[in-house]
């Protein structure tokens, strides 16, 4: 079946870059019918939708706007994952952070990784 | 501030039938489907009903969705204590060309 398995960092110190990556097994980053998200989750904010990457003969992304200036999001085919980036953190960054697979709606997420930002 | 609104808290005792309310905008309830999940303690999201009113092969039938207008309805009958868990929802926004998602609510079975 398709499982998402995230990597990445746990601790991340203020004004640096979050990053994390999500590999895929079972379908393909460039699926012409898939969707690939990045969502967080804090106590305060709640369920977040933070972007996502497509392909349609060609690649899109779309961020939202609360962290449009800071995010990148990148497929990697040759590794089937995608990867998520975010700079200039602050404290409140800290989220768990979960990639997640749309198909006209978001049917599968990662474990989930808690990212904690602090010096 | 969630964009969704839904319930902070709902509870029921084993055998009830408990709903939980999301109420949106024209920009996303009013224009799009709505999908809901449940996520146990420590663990992620899991798919419960989608469009709408679609049950995932394995989700149980006691598990039904609906909409109307900019709101829309989760209702959970024959209560079990495994039910217990957060709900959220979700639609897609089309004002913020992304995702938006209920604060959740947390079920408890008394």
Redesign the interface.
Known sequence: QVQLQQSGPGLVKPSQTLSLTCAISGDSVSSNSAAWNWIRQSPSRGLEWLGRTYYRSKWYNYYAVSVKSRITINPDTSKNQFSLQLNSVTPEDTAVYYCARGRGYVDLWGQGTLVTVSS | Q?VLTQPPSASGTPGQRVTISCSGSSSNIGRD?V?WYQQLPG?????LI??NNQR?SGVPDRFSGSKSGTSASLAISGLQSEDEADY?C?AWDDS?????????TKLTVL
């Open positions: 969630s489907t999908n663990t992620a999201p899991k798919l989608y469009s995932p959220h979700a913020l060309n992304g995702w938006v998602f209920g604060g959740g």
